[in-house]
Protein backbone atom coordinates (compact mmCIF):
# COMPACT_ATOMS: atom_id res chain seq x y z
CA UNK A 1 0.00 0.00 0.00
CA UNK A 2 1.26 3.06 -1.69
CA UNK A 3 -0.02 5.81 1.63
CA UNK A 4 1.32 9.26 2.38
CA UNK A 5 0.46 10.38 5.83
CA UNK A 6 0.51 14.10 6.28
CA UNK A 7 -0.41 16.15 9.62
CA UNK A 8 -2.11 19.20 7.99
CA UNK A 9 -2.65 20.73 4.86
CA UNK A 10 -5.47 23.08 3.13
CA UNK A 11 -6.98 19.76 1.22
CA UNK A 12 -5.67 16.51 -0.14
CA UNK A 13 -7.65 16.79 -3.23
CA UNK A 14 -4.98 20.07 -3.89
CA UNK A 15 -1.98 18.35 -2.24
CA UNK A 16 -2.56 15.52 -4.87
CA UNK A 17 -3.46 17.70 -7.73
CA UNK A 18 0.10 19.64 -6.87
CA UNK A 19 2.34 17.01 -6.48
CA UNK A 20 0.34 14.32 -9.05
CA UNK A 21 3.65 14.01 -11.01
CA UNK A 22 5.73 12.24 -8.41
CA UNK A 23 2.66 10.34 -6.60
CA UNK A 24 2.46 6.82 -8.31
CA UNK A 25 -0.95 5.39 -9.03
CA UNK A 26 -3.38 4.05 -6.47
CA UNK A 27 -1.43 6.27 -3.67
CA UNK A 28 -3.72 7.03 -0.58
CA UNK A 29 -2.70 10.73 0.64
CA UNK A 30 -4.89 11.45 4.32
CA UNK A 31 -4.21 14.07 6.21
CA UNK A 32 -5.29 14.31 10.01
CA UNK A 33 -6.79 18.00 9.43
CA UNK A 34 -7.97 19.81 6.66
CA UNK A 35 -7.95 23.36 7.08
CA UNK A 36 -9.77 23.90 3.01
CA UNK A 37 -11.51 20.99 2.66
CA UNK A 38 -13.59 21.55 -0.70
CA UNK A 39 -16.61 19.80 -1.68
CA UNK A 40 -18.24 20.66 -5.60
CA UNK A 41 -18.59 24.32 -6.82
CA UNK A 42 -17.78 26.68 -3.78
CA UNK A 43 -19.26 24.21 -1.14
CA UNK A 44 -16.89 23.51 1.95
CA UNK A 45 -15.96 20.14 3.13
CA UNK A 46 -16.20 20.25 7.48
CA UNK A 47 -13.58 19.28 9.00
CA UNK A 48 -14.57 18.01 12.71
CA UNK A 49 -11.33 16.63 14.40
CA UNK A 50 -8.85 14.39 13.46
CA UNK A 51 -10.21 11.22 13.99
CA UNK A 52 -11.98 11.81 10.97
CA UNK A 53 -10.91 10.61 6.85
CA UNK A 54 -9.63 13.27 4.45
CA UNK A 55 -8.48 11.11 2.16
CA UNK A 56 -7.55 11.48 -1.66
CA UNK A 57 -6.66 8.88 -4.28
CA UNK A 58 -4.43 9.01 -6.68
CA UNK A 59 -5.55 7.66 -9.77
CA UNK A 60 -3.44 7.57 -12.82
CA UNK A 61 -5.26 5.33 -15.82
CA UNK A 62 -3.92 4.49 -18.99
CA UNK A 63 -5.33 6.28 -22.33
CA UNK A 64 -7.44 2.99 -23.02
CA UNK A 65 -8.82 3.48 -19.68
CA UNK A 66 -10.13 7.44 -20.13
CA UNK A 67 -13.60 6.11 -21.11
CA UNK A 68 -14.70 5.55 -17.25
CA UNK A 69 -13.01 8.18 -15.83
CA UNK A 70 -16.24 10.07 -15.43
CA UNK A 71 -17.48 6.97 -12.91
CA UNK A 72 -14.39 6.87 -9.97
CA UNK A 73 -16.67 8.65 -8.21
CA UNK A 74 -19.49 6.02 -8.63
CA UNK A 75 -16.98 3.64 -7.74
CA UNK A 76 -15.72 4.81 -4.53
CA UNK A 77 -19.46 5.31 -3.31
CA UNK A 78 -19.86 1.24 -3.70
CA UNK A 79 -16.71 0.82 -2.02
CA UNK A 80 -17.87 2.61 0.62
CA UNK A 81 -21.18 1.26 1.19
CA UNK A 82 -19.36 -2.29 1.14
CA UNK A 83 -17.42 -1.29 4.00
CA UNK A 84 -20.06 0.49 5.80
CA UNK A 85 -22.10 -2.59 5.72
CA UNK A 86 -19.43 -5.23 5.97
CA UNK A 87 -17.47 -4.22 8.79
CA UNK A 88 -19.50 -1.43 10.84
CA UNK A 89 -22.99 -3.15 10.18
CA UNK A 90 -24.57 -0.19 8.67
CA UNK A 91 -27.11 0.04 5.48
CA UNK A 92 -25.80 3.20 3.63
CA UNK A 93 -27.65 3.93 0.74
CA UNK A 94 -26.60 6.37 -2.18
CA UNK A 95 -27.96 9.31 -3.67
CA UNK A 96 -27.09 9.96 -7.60
CA UNK A 97 -24.35 9.95 -8.40
CA UNK A 98 -22.36 9.62 -5.49
CA UNK A 99 -23.60 10.59 -2.15
CA UNK A 100 -23.64 7.90 0.72
CA UNK A 101 -26.21 8.70 3.35
CA UNK A 102 -27.20 6.80 6.60
CA UNK A 103 -30.85 7.36 7.39
CA UNK A 104 -31.08 10.53 5.00
CA UNK A 105 -28.06 11.52 6.72
CA UNK A 106 -24.66 12.33 4.99
CA UNK A 107 -21.64 10.39 5.98
CA UNK A 108 -19.51 10.86 3.23
CA UNK A 109 -18.67 13.07 0.40
CA UNK A 110 -16.59 12.49 -2.96
CA UNK A 111 -14.87 14.73 -4.91
CA UNK A 112 -13.09 14.00 -8.26
CA UNK A 113 -10.81 16.64 -9.92
CA UNK A 114 -8.80 16.05 -13.18
CA UNK A 115 -5.21 17.61 -13.33
CA UNK A 116 -3.41 18.46 -16.54
CA UNK A 117 -0.43 19.88 -17.62
CA UNK A 118 -0.11 22.13 -21.14
CA UNK A 119 -3.21 20.06 -22.27
CA UNK A 120 -2.11 16.46 -21.09
CA UNK A 121 -4.26 14.13 -18.31
CA UNK A 122 -1.86 13.43 -15.26
CA UNK A 123 -4.60 11.94 -13.23
CA UNK A 124 -7.38 12.06 -11.34
CA UNK A 125 -7.27 13.07 -7.17
CA UNK A 126 -10.88 11.19 -6.13
CA UNK A 127 -11.14 12.69 -2.74
CA UNK A 128 -13.28 11.64 -0.17
CA UNK A 129 -14.11 12.61 3.52
CA UNK A 130 -15.54 10.21 5.41
CA UNK A 131 -17.02 11.15 9.18
CA UNK A 132 -15.80 8.18 11.34
CA UNK A 133 -16.06 9.46 14.94
CA UNK A 134 -17.34 13.30 14.44
CA UNK A 135 -20.01 13.84 17.96
CA UNK A 136 -23.62 14.58 17.80
CA UNK A 137 -22.56 18.30 18.87
CA UNK A 138 -20.19 18.25 15.83
CA UNK A 139 -22.85 16.87 13.18
CA UNK A 140 -25.77 19.55 14.39
CA UNK A 141 -22.99 22.36 13.03
CA UNK A 142 -23.41 21.18 9.84
CA UNK A 143 -25.96 22.89 7.36
CA UNK A 144 -27.48 19.95 6.08
CA UNK A 145 -28.21 16.72 7.72
CA UNK A 146 -25.22 14.62 8.76
CA UNK A 147 -23.90 11.63 10.22
CA UNK A 148 -21.04 9.52 11.54
CA UNK A 149 -19.91 6.03 11.88
CA UNK A 150 -19.71 6.64 15.97
CA UNK A 151 -23.16 8.50 15.84
CA UNK A 152 -24.63 5.29 14.16
CA UNK A 153 -23.01 3.09 16.34
CA UNK A 154 -21.84 4.12 19.31
CA UNK A 155 -18.54 2.68 18.88
CA UNK A 156 -15.52 5.12 18.22
CA UNK A 157 -13.28 4.47 14.92
CA UNK A 158 -10.31 3.53 14.29
CA UNK A 159 -9.02 5.14 11.61
CA UNK A 160 -6.22 3.46 10.67
CA UNK A 161 -8.23 0.32 10.63
CA UNK A 162 -11.00 1.97 8.52
CA UNK A 163 -8.28 3.16 5.78
CA UNK A 164 -6.98 -0.79 5.49
CA UNK A 165 -10.53 -2.10 4.92
CA UNK A 166 -11.51 1.15 2.62
CA UNK A 167 -7.85 0.06 0.38
CA UNK A 168 -8.65 -3.69 0.22
CA UNK A 169 -11.98 -3.43 -1.13
CA UNK A 170 -11.15 -0.61 -3.29
CA UNK A 171 -8.32 -2.77 -4.97
CA UNK A 172 -10.00 -6.25 -4.65
CA UNK A 173 -13.01 -4.78 -7.49
CA UNK A 174 -10.26 -2.56 -9.20
CA UNK A 175 -8.96 -4.57 -11.84
CA UNK A 176 -12.60 -5.16 -13.36
CA UNK A 177 -13.94 -1.81 -13.00
CA UNK A 178 -11.21 -0.48 -15.16
CA UNK A 179 -11.67 -2.64 -17.48
CA UNK A 180 -15.51 -2.55 -17.52
CA UNK A 181 -16.45 0.42 -15.85
CA UNK A 182 -19.93 1.11 -14.32
CA UNK A 183 -21.20 -1.84 -15.41
CA UNK A 184 -19.02 -4.02 -13.30
CA UNK A 185 -20.66 -2.36 -10.31
CA UNK A 186 -23.67 -1.26 -11.38
CA UNK A 187 -25.57 -4.43 -9.78
CA UNK A 188 -24.04 -2.91 -6.45
CA UNK A 189 -24.86 0.49 -7.25
CA UNK A 190 -29.18 -0.34 -7.96
CA UNK A 191 -28.96 -2.38 -4.71
CA UNK A 192 -28.36 0.61 -2.60
CA UNK A 193 -29.76 3.65 -4.92
CA UNK A 194 -32.78 4.63 -2.71
CA UNK A 195 -33.92 7.88 -5.54
CA UNK A 196 -34.84 4.56 -7.83
CA UNK A 197 -38.44 5.01 -8.88
CA UNK A 198 -39.34 7.95 -6.64
CA UNK A 199 -40.09 11.77 -7.56
CA UNK A 200 -36.80 13.61 -7.36
CA UNK A 201 -35.67 17.31 -8.54
CA UNK A 202 -32.15 17.43 -10.12
CA UNK A 203 -29.67 19.86 -10.52
CA UNK A 204 -28.10 20.10 -13.85
CA UNK A 205 -25.90 22.77 -14.12
CA UNK A 206 -28.15 25.53 -12.25
CA UNK A 207 -31.20 24.11 -13.87
CA UNK A 208 -33.64 22.06 -11.91
CA UNK A 209 -35.32 19.26 -13.22
CA UNK A 210 -38.65 17.27 -11.45
CA UNK A 211 -39.10 13.95 -12.48
CA UNK A 212 -38.95 10.42 -11.40
CA UNK A 213 -35.92 8.77 -11.48
CA UNK A 214 -36.42 5.79 -13.88
CA UNK A 215 -33.66 4.16 -13.99
CA UNK A 216 -29.65 4.06 -14.40
CA UNK A 217 -27.94 3.23 -17.69
CA UNK A 218 -24.96 1.06 -18.28
CA UNK A 219 -22.90 4.15 -18.25
CA UNK A 220 -23.60 5.13 -14.62
CA UNK A 221 -26.11 7.97 -15.95
CA UNK A 222 -29.45 8.93 -14.77
CA UNK A 223 -32.71 8.44 -16.41
CA UNK A 224 -35.67 11.09 -16.04
CA UNK A 225 -38.98 10.62 -16.38
CA UNK A 226 -40.57 14.50 -17.04
CA UNK A 227 -44.00 14.28 -18.12
CA UNK A 228 -44.02 11.73 -20.78
CA UNK A 229 -40.93 12.20 -22.01
CA UNK A 230 -37.11 9.99 -20.62
CA UNK A 231 -34.62 12.52 -20.78
CA UNK A 232 -31.00 10.84 -19.86
CA UNK A 233 -28.42 13.16 -17.26
CA UNK A 234 -24.71 12.64 -17.67
CA UNK A 235 -24.06 14.97 -15.31
CA UNK A 236 -25.99 16.77 -12.37
CA UNK A 237 -26.90 15.91 -8.62
CA UNK A 238 -30.28 14.84 -7.32
CA UNK A 239 -30.91 17.60 -4.36
C1 LIG B 1 -18.96 16.77 -1.42
O1 LIG B 1 -19.29 17.95 -2.01
O2 LIG B 1 -19.70 16.09 -0.76
C2 LIG B 1 -17.51 16.38 -1.66
C3 LIG B 1 -16.68 16.50 -0.43
C4 LIG B 1 -15.30 15.95 -0.63
C5 LIG B 1 -14.44 16.12 0.59
C6 LIG B 1 -13.10 15.46 0.43
S1 LIG B 1 -12.20 15.46 1.90
C7 LIG B 1 -10.77 14.97 1.10
C8 LIG B 1 -10.74 15.73 -0.22
N1 LIG B 1 -10.11 17.00 -0.10
C9 LIG B 1 -10.96 18.01 -0.33
O3 LIG B 1 -10.68 19.25 -0.27
N2 LIG B 1 -12.17 17.52 -0.62
C10 LIG B 1 -12.17 16.08 -0.62
P1 LIG B 1 -20.79 18.49 -2.14
O4 LIG B 1 -21.65 17.45 -2.78
O5 LIG B 1 -20.65 19.80 -2.82
O6 LIG B 1 -21.28 18.63 -0.66
C11 LIG B 1 -20.82 19.66 0.17
C12 LIG B 1 -21.90 19.88 1.24
O7 LIG B 1 -21.87 18.78 2.17
C13 LIG B 1 -21.68 21.11 2.08
O8 LIG B 1 -22.22 22.26 1.45
C14 LIG B 1 -22.44 20.75 3.36
O9 LIG B 1 -23.82 20.94 3.20
C15 LIG B 1 -22.20 19.25 3.47
N3 LIG B 1 -21.07 18.93 4.35
C16 LIG B 1 -19.93 19.61 4.55
N4 LIG B 1 -19.13 18.98 5.39
C17 LIG B 1 -19.77 17.86 5.77
C18 LIG B 1 -19.44 16.78 6.63
N5 LIG B 1 -18.28 16.70 7.29
N6 LIG B 1 -20.36 15.79 6.76
C19 LIG B 1 -21.54 15.81 6.11
N7 LIG B 1 -21.89 16.80 5.27
C20 LIG B 1 -21.02 17.83 5.11
Not at 140 to 162: G, H, M, R, Y
Request: one cysteine or more; hydrophobic letters at 40%; charged letters at 25%.
Amino acid sequence: MELVHLKEINSTNDYVKKHMQELKNLTFVYSDRQTSGRGRLTRKWIDSGEDNLFLTIVIKPKESEFEHISNYTQYLSVILAMVLEEEYNLSPQIKWPNDVLINGKKIAGILAEGTTIGGEFLGLALGIGVNLNTSSDNLSKIDKPATSIFNETEKKVDKVIFLEKLYSKFCLLYDSFVCEGFLSIKEHYIKRAMFLKKPVSVNVLGVVHDGIAEDITNEGSLILKEKNELNIYYIGDIL
